[in-house]
């Protein structure tokens, strides 16, 4: 809500987060920020992909797999999870 007491728009929205983030110390603070950690912490979490297909409200996968990039050390550990390798210990 704005100060008058109204709905804010997605405008007014996304410079709050600008500021909020600039007070706080926070470079690059923007809406899209937000989905992206959020999509890549989900997924770190076990979350499905599907699942936060649902979420995220897209329509392609194409478009999840944007938000949702892994960082090399989570495929990695995902590697190690699965290795018959390790759990034979080769």
Known sequence: M????????RHGIRQM??????RAGIA????????HT???YFLR???NILELQELLGHESM???KLYAKLAAVDLEA???????ADRWRL
Do not use: I, P, W
């Not at 690059?28 to 989905?35: L, P, V």
């Open 45 to 47: 979490n076990d979350g």
């Open 17 to 22: 987060v600008t500021q909020v983030g600039e």
């Open 62 to 64: 194409e478009t999840v």
């Open 2 to 9: 704005t100060r008058g007491n109204k709905a804010m728009d």
């Open 28 to 35: 690059g603070a923007n809406c899209h920020r937000f989905r």
């Open 78 to 84: 995902a590697q190690r999870r699965s290795s018959v």
């Open 38 to 40: 959020f999509a890549v």
